[in-house]
């Protein structure tokens, strides 16, 4: 439904734009997505064509059709931020972030918009072990109070780490 949107759907995170640069086709398919999630949303709960639609979309526990778009295309662009550095469009994601007084392509305007960059956007590496691996930790929950603070004092006699919680 929404593939490609971070590309077509840039006019709508920018407010007050015209026709001229604010993407009238995107405001017209946002408006047509409307009427589908609106009939869905319907369709989910079972309401009457009367319900307000942001009572249906609540019930529906979906999010209005702009939200929902505003938040692909920026889970998109941070998506595009954390590419590796041995990436092809490495360079132009870089030169996007940067921004430009001329012509904006619609990734100079999603950098922009929410305001990303990728040089200091964190990415966290995954840990992966091997379906074997037994970790160095052991878990003990006592059963009642008194055999808590009867490990916690064996605990400390034997100069372990003790980790609470609630």
């Not at 209005?64 to 041995?86: G, V």
Request: hydrophobic share 35%; aromatic share 6%; with cysteine.
């Amino acid at each position: 439904m929404l593939y490609g949107a971070d590309i077509w759907c840039v006019g709508l995170l920018e407010r007050g734009k015209g026709e001229k640069d604010g993407g009238w086709g995107a405001r017209g398919f946002s408006k047509k997505m409307k009427r589908v999630q609106r009939l869905s949303a319907l369709m989910i709960t079972g309401g009457m064509r009367s319900t307000a639609t942001d009572l249906l979309n609540a019930h529906a526990d979906l999010l209005p059709i702009q939200l929902q778009i505003r938040k692909h295309c920026h889970r998109e662009t941070l998506h595009m931020a954390r590419f590796h550095e041995s990436h092809p469009s490495q360079k132009e994601l870089q030169s996007a972030s940067r921004g430009r007084k001329g012509f904006r392509s619609p990734l100079h305007r999603l950098f922009l918009a929410f305001k990303i960059n990728p040089k200091t956007t964190e990415t966290i590496e995954s840990v992966r072990h091997n379906t074997k691996w037994i970790p160095e930790v052991t878990t003990r929950i006592a059963r009642d109070k008194d055999e808590a603070v009867l490990e916690d004092m064996l605990a400390e006699e034997e100069d372990y780490v003790s980790l609470y919680s609630d």
